[in-house]
């Protein structure tokens, strides 16, 4: 049986779609948080709608969204922003291209207006499919790792934190 699990496809139904000023010929940002001016709209599809209440509690939100124009992927990477001399498995980068090509952001969410998401801080291409919506709880997405942060900066891969207050 558990042979048989490894090899059933695994299938999903968008809940919404995103709207975004990135195209494959414009490119993404590598993380949208790091471009919190950039926004986008994401619609949630009617039969879903119920399910947003209360998320517009929330300043920040997941977002998991298939990223449906990857084509290709690699078990070897270099990253963008890291030391050009590094290289790593795939597994231990952020890149798009992946065996399962799901991507997760944490963006900012402005307001919901009739099943319409108003978001800031995006970087997935106009037209991809979200699949899944969950509020960013600091207290557990956030986990605060000396040696994450660390490695980050040993190997040239640290970035400003995104933090944005709202007053």
């Known amino acids: 049986m558990e042979q048989e699990n490894k090899t059933k496809p695994i299938c999903y139904k ?37 399910a947003l209440k209360s998320l517009d509690l929330f300043e920040y939100i997941i977002l998991i969204y298939h990223l449906d124009r990857s084509v290709r992927w690699n078990s070897i990477e270099r990253p963008p922003a ?14 798009p291209n992946r065996p399962n090509p799901v ?19 995006v970087d997935a291409y106009d037209g991809t499919p979200v699949l899944d919506l969950k ?15 660390l490695l980050e900066k040993e190997l040239g891969i640290q970035f400003p934190a995104p933090y944005i207050r709202r007053d």
């Open 14 to 50: 968008p809940i919404g779609i995103f709207y975004t000023a990135y195209t494959p010929e414009t490119g993404a940002p590598r993380q949208g948080i790091l471009k919190p001016e950039v926004k986008g709209e994401i619609e949630i599809y009617p039969e879903y709608r119920d």
């Open 103 to 121: 991507g997760i952001a944490t963006i900012r969410l402005e307001k919901i207006e009739n099943g319409i998401l108003h978001v800031s801080g």
């Open 135 to 149: 509020p960013y709880l600091p207290g557990i997405d956030g986990i605060k790792s000396y040696k994450n942060e």
């Open 82 to 95: 890291s030391n050009p001399d590094n290289s790593f498995g795939l597994f231990a980068t952020r890149s």
